[in-house]
């Protein structure tokens, strides 16, 4: 085994990446029946600490040609595409001018932060399941692959969705008529770190 592969996946940058996308993948695991509010808050803290963390990623190369197992079913992402979009209800749909598809349209496209935010379940959930396994090679080629989709796909998905998420927070829930106890539950920093250990080399 090349040794800079295995330097790559103990590098601390990716322990904590690996970190932050469970706590991500956890969270819309865990959001059915969670106030609106409270989605929108943690969503809005964690997408940009997840995207510092992959933009962090060291360099490395495959190793074996096949890809590495999938984990991530249609029925997962359904779910996650459901539940988010249940939290959300009328504050899902945004338009998006970000998009390949924008070649061919003089207008933005209608997209959904429920559909963004499970394209950016399925590659790191399938990423933290690899590394869960812990066969060094199948880690590395796995961290090459997220790291590629991160620049080609879900990195682009993740800053949409902010966008959107942003508007959601402060200006449409500002602006709604929905002022409820099911939006006064904001995530905490403690809230949002608990489970984070990233402090410690060892």
């Known amino acids: 085994m090349k040794e800079n592969a295995t330097q790559a996946i103990f590098d601390k940058n990716t322990v904590e990446f690996v970190t932050v996308a469970a706590e991500f993948c956890g969270f819309l695991e865990r959001a059915s029946g969670m106030g609106r509010r ?5 969503a809005l803290k964690l997408l940009p600490l997840l995207y510092l963390k992959a933009s962090l990623l060291p360099d490395c190369e495959r190793m074996e040609e096949a890809d590495p197992e999938t984990f991530v079913t249609e029925g997962d992402y359904e779910m996650i595409r459901s539940t988010v979009e249940g939290i959300l209800a009328g504050y899902d749909d945004y338009l998006e001018v970000f998009l390949d598809d924008m070649a061919y ?7 959904t932060v429920s559909e963004g935010m499970a394209d950016i379940y399925q590659p790191l959930k399938d990423f933290v399941c690899v590394f869960q396994l812990g066969l060094r090679q199948t880690m590395n080629d796995s961290l090459v692959i997220c790291r590629e989709l991160f620049a080609e796909f879900w990195g682009q998905r993740l800053v949409n969705v902010m966008r959107a998420l942003h508007d959601v927070k402060y200006r449409q829930l500002r602006d709604g008529e929905e002022v409820s106890d099911a939006f006064d539950d904001t995530c905490t920093e403690e809230e949002l770190y608990e489970g984070l250990d990233m402090g410690d080399d060892e």
Do not use: A, C, E
């Open 38 to 42: 409270r989605f929108v808050d943690t």
């Open 105 to 111: 349209s003089d207008s933005p496209i209608r997209q």
